[in-house]
């Protein structure tokens, strides 16, 4: 190990988003579906939400100066890391319950690790965001965890 | 669904080809701005890909709308394990597809690996798909 993780960088493990509170609607569900381009009708009527939908309820709505030159949103939970090569990451899914129109759901999104391994051409970062989406009854509907590796 | 899932069955596959206007829409629909999927100069003169690159989690959503299509209303997709590998370009036609890899008859769960692949037969994105089947009652 190298040792690339300051004690700094380290420190954000932990941090949490603000909750974010959306309303599902059945025209966003159709939208969805049409541009995923899914082919079951109890989607594209916007009866049900597919699965993954909750990407697009709660992806980073921002100013348009607050995107960075390539068009992406920065990621207010993450420290400036010492690596910034992005390289394929993973996610892990748990569905719980259905999503339909009508729907409230807030999303809470926590740092839950930093880590580095030796890769075979130097150096990684990995890190970890758990999110969790959950309805007004405060149940899990949707888990989400995503790995991200940087080098 | 028709048949009883079976240890080593694969799913009926499917093409994706995502032409310019999908790609638009769909990151429309996230509300990503990320240039490299619709800006070619950037894409190709800055980033230095061959061409647009198509959303990962598109890729995503495909491996489950191939198990989604195949469980129908008989059943529901409860958890996904999965990672964009190698990237797919705008204008390429991608297949989806994936093989039972365990189901247990008394709960009704079923394991799929799952798989979006290229022309070359590269994978781009594996994955795991647990499913839910609803039992005759």
């Known amino acids: ?151 | 669904m028709s048949p009883a899932p079976t240890v080593g069955m694969a799913i009926p596959q499917r093409q994706h080809y995502c032409d310019e206007v999908q790609q638009m829409l769909y990151n429309a629909s996230l509300w990503n701005g990320h240039r490299i999927h619709f800006d070619m100069p950037y894409a190709t003169e800055v980033e230095g890909y061959p061409g647009l690159v198509v959303a990962g989690p598109l890729m995503g959503d495909w491996l489950h709308q191939v198990v989604d299509e195949w469980l129908g209303d008989a059943g529901m997709i409860t958890g996904i394990e999965y990672s964009n590998r190698i990237a797919a370009y705008v204008g390429e036609t991608v297949t989806s597809g994936g093989t039972v890899t365990a189901y247990d008859e008394a709960t009704g769960e079923v394991t799929l690996e799952v798989f979006v692949k290229n022309e070359r037969d590269e994978v781009l994105t594996p994955g795991v798909i647990t499913a839910t089947l609803t039992l005759a009652s």
Not at chain 1, 71 to 76: A, F, L, Q
Not at chain 1, 121 to 134: A, Q, T, W
């Open chain 1, 1 to 151: 190990m190298s040792g690339l993780l300051s004690e700094d960088v380290l420190s954000h493990i932990g941090k949490q988003s603000e909750p974010r509170r959306e309303i599902v609607t059945r025209r966003d569900i159709r939208k969805y579906a049409v541009a995923t381009n899914n082919r079951q009708a109890k989607y594209l009527d916007g009866d049900v939400a597919p699965p993954l939908f909750h990407l697009h309820l709660f992806w980073d709505v921002v100013p348009l100066s607050e995107l960075s030159p390539d068009g992406v949103s920065i990621d207010s939970l993450l420290p400036k890391f010492p690596l910034e090569k992005a390289m394929a990451g993973g996610l892990d899914l748990t569905y719980h319950k259905p999503i339909k129109p009508g729907d409230w759901l807030t999303a809470t999104r926590t740092l839950t690790n930093i880590y580095e391994k030796a890769g075979r051409s130097g150096p990684l970062i990995f890190y970890e965001v758990l999110m969790e989406v959950r309805g007004d009854d405060d149940e899990l509907v949707v888990t989400e965890k995503t790995t991200r590796i940087l080098r």
